[in-house]
């Protein structure tokens, strides 16, 4: 999976609407190989983003947890946290 692709579900406040469109975004670079398409496939690759935002919006509507939510800023410092041990900068 693309790095930059992160989780969105069981978080407080919920994912936004950006955040959706730059997961769809990140997806379609990844799966079509490239980060900007050319004039030719704009259109498709707009459209797929679109299309994929919908769904993975749809998804994340739908899913069902009795997990607490999480929250984003203590993700944020565990991933933060882990970086540092995993990179020597701790």
Known sequence: MCR?????HNFEPRATS??????ALQYVRKISGTTKPSK??????????????????????????????RNRDEEAAKA???AAVRFGTA
């Open 18 to 23: 950006a955040e959706v469109e730059a997961a």
């Open 80 to 82: 933060r946290a882990r």
């Open 40 to 69: 030719v496939n704009e259109e498709a690759f707009a459209e797929a983003v679109h299309e994929i935002a919908h769904i993975t919006q749809h998804l994340l509507d739908s899913l069902v947890t009795h997990a607490p939510a």
């Open 4 to 8: 930059n692709i992160h989780t969105l």
